[in-house]
């Protein structure tokens, strides 16, 4: 850390940059995609229009920053890295720096458990988060584990409850890969092809139009672990995971389809988010609404079941075009109020 900061309870720059993201009022937008590798942020870059500037920046924490505009309505890409603390950093962090609601949309990349496939897309109606429980002890040997178990009734694995995405968001996403609705039909936007749909289905693939590719509307398992909670074997470390991923898969009635690190945490502080500044400009006492309205959509690209696994060139093809509906997506959406840009350094 090279710059001082002030305020130890949500430390700032004297310029007002956010200590981790590393950026200002002004240089992110109400809009955004965030996405976990910064290489599919740069993808997305070239999707934003060449015409007016953009804004760009890597913090020394990792976050990449790209704000610009797509068909001239201000958005911004964020690359966050991996898992549920980075997650955390990003959207506390940008919350504090922008005003009126925000929307925040995942583009990601999964491991399949459930109907899909490496090459299928996946529309995250909610996410749990799946953690290690560091209170269950480590055995010598497996007799006392079950009579533990017996005892204590817990397990070495913690499930918690479903948060949901904005669900007008969600069936946005979906209809932008149908992209032009005919009475029951949508032009896929994969393909061109005309798909008989109802935005009504759920848990039920949808055959894309792309080779072997489909999308699917289901839950998330946000793990924090790419290992250990995602049910991976790794001898070199006592992890008590056999039978994981089937249990993950069947928590819920309505069967999980993924697994990834980052979506449950979108989901609960978009749940958790207020709308502060707005009760205190009004005088009201209570939360009356969320102030982040989020939803998320991966590509499938291990199979846990099979093994199988995605071609590059394929992901790179699902990237750019799973990045260019929810883009259309976020265009879709009023806003109150956005802003960016009035005092910033575009470079
Ligand atoms: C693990 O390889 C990473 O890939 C997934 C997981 O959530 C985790 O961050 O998402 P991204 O492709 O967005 O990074
Ligand atoms: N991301 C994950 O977290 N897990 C996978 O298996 C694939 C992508």
């Not at 890597?58 to 964020?78: A, D, E, M, N, W």
């Not at 953690?131 to 010598?140: K, M, S």
């Not at 006392?144 to 409850?161: A, F, L, V």
């Amino acid at each position: 850390m090279s710059e001082k900061f002030f305020n130890a309870n949500f430390p700032k720059s004297a310029d007002g940059r956010v200590s981790h993201i590393g950026i200002k009022r002004g240089e992110i937008a109400n809009r955004i995609i965030t996405v976990g590798d910064l290489d599919r942020a740069k993808l997305f870059l070239k999707l934003l229009d060449s015409d007016t500037a953009i804004f760009q920046r890597q913090s020394h924490r990792g976050f990449l920053t790209i704000t610009g505009k797509y068909k001239g309505v201000p958005v911004s890409i964020v690359g966050i890295g991996m898992g549920l603390s980075m997650m955390d950093f990003f959207v506390r962090e940008a919350r504090a720096i922008i005003d009126g609601t925000m929307i925040i949309i995942r583009v990601g990349t999964c491991g399949t458990i459930g109907k899909s496939n490496p090459g299928d897309v996946i529309i995250s109606e909610g996410s749990f988060a799946v953690t290690r429980n560091y209170d269950y002890p480590i055995f010598e040997n497996k007799m006392i584990m079950q009579d533990y178990e017996i005892k204590t009734k817990e397990r070495p694995y913690n499930m918690s409850k479903v948060f949901y995405g904005d669900e007008e968001i969600c069936n946005l996403v979906i209809t932008f890969f149908f992209a032009k609705k005919k009475k029951n039909s949508y032009y896929s936007f994969l393909t061109n092809n005309v798909i008989s749909y109802s935005l009504k289905i759920r848990k039920q693939l949808i055959n894309s139009g792309i080779p072997n590719s489909q999308v699917i509307q289901g839950l998330n398992a946000t793990c924090d672990s790419f290992y250990s909670s995602q049910g991976r074997h790794d001898e070199n470390f006592e992890d008590y995971n056999k039978g994981l991923i089937e249990s993950i898969r069947t928590k819920y009635p309505e069967e999980t389809e993924s697994l990834e690190m980052e979506t449950f945490m979108l989901y609960y502080l978009a749940k958790c988010s207020t709308d502060a500044p707005y009760r205190s400009q009004h005088k009201v006492r209570f939360n009356s609404r969320n102030s982040i309205r989020a939803a998320a959509t991966m590509i499938g690209i291990f199979n846990r079941k099979t093994n199988e696994t995605i071609d590059p060139d394929k992901l790179n093809y699902l990237e750019r075009t799973v990045g260019e509906a929810v883009l259309k997506v976020l265009l879709e959406i009023g806003l109150d109020e956005e802003h960016i840009g009035d005092d910033c350094v575009w470079n």
